[in-house]
């Protein structure tokens, strides 16, 4: 059951933690950007263009693109406007990834189904699972390393600023534009490393595994991990893991509500 909750999981809940608790703005769409994410490393190990581990930073990159292009005309809304405009991109995109033109790379309906990356160098001693819960854990600290380090400085200042004291930011010179458009960019690169590493444990992705569902998943787990505690963060995402799995023994119907 414990493999199986893993490779179930929500591994973006930390992530969005960044735009809302650090930005103060609530995003309804970072279920989106798990998708790219995790279409992403989808096509790149169906075609065997980049080993599993390497296409985390190809996700990272795509998708924090993808945000930034996106935060930016969204710099102009907040509050509930910002939430409706993000959960739009939530509810279209995976149709988008259904679309004839895209057929051919994400597999439209039926997904794409994957063979379990096999560990490199020499080590070919572990099994894949062991070896991709491996590389999702080397990763995972990785991330959160550098999101601490970011947000300790001079970034993370402008963005608690802009969050707390947004005049007072505005009269200091901070490029609330810039920096607002930024937060989004960095937590959606996240988010899409996230999706690439949910592919990578599950070997299968598809468009109707990314529904609304998911983004106000993170959203309850952010909840649920506080504004800047990592241990929150762990946290939400163990609840997040196997929460569902036993409420799905209990009532398959109820699960979502439990």
């Known amino acids: ?41 989808g096509v790149l190990l169906s075609h065997q263009w980049l080993p599993f581990y390497v296409t985390v930073p190809a996700a990272m990159a795509g998708c924090g ?13 907040a509050g509930p406007y ?39 160098f020499g080590i070919e001693f572990l099994q894949p699972d062991a070896w991709n819960l491996l590389v999702t854990a080397a990763w995972t ?18 963005w608690i600023t802009l969050r707390d004291h947004p005049t007072a930011a505005l009269a200091v010179g901070v490029d609330v534009r810039k920096w607002r458009a930024t937060a989004f960019a960095v937590s959606a690169a996240t988010v899409g490393a996230a999706g690439a590493l949910n592919t990578g444990l599950t070997h299968f992705v598809s468009p109707d595994s990314f529904p609304i569902f998911l983004s106000l998943s993170l959203l309850v787990g952010v909840a649920l991990a506080g504004p800047s505690s990592s241990v929150g963060t762990f946290v939400a995402a163990v609840f997040l893991s196997f929460v569902p799995d036993v409420a799905e023994r209990l009532s398959q119907e109820f699960t979502g509500v439990l």
């Open 82 to 120: 910002l939430a409706l405009a993000t959960a739009t991109l939530a509810v279209a995109l995976p149709q988008l990834l259904k679309h004839p033109l895209l057929e051919p790379w994400t597999g439209g309906v039926s997904g794409l189904s994957l063979d379990p990356p096999a560990a490199p």
């Open 65 to 77: 693109l993808f945000g930034f292009l996106f935060g930016l005309p969204t710099t102009r809304l």
């Open 141 to 158: 600290a990785l991330i959160y390393g550098v999101l601490r380090r970011l947000l300790n400085g001079p970034a993370g200042l402008a």
């Open 1 to 41: 059951m414990g493999l199986q909750a893993i490779e179930r999981a929500d591994p973006g809940a930390g992530r969005a933690q960044l735009l809302i608790c650090s930005r103060g703005q609530i995003s309804l769409g970072h279920g989106a950007f798990f998708a790219v994410g995790a279409d992403t490393a």
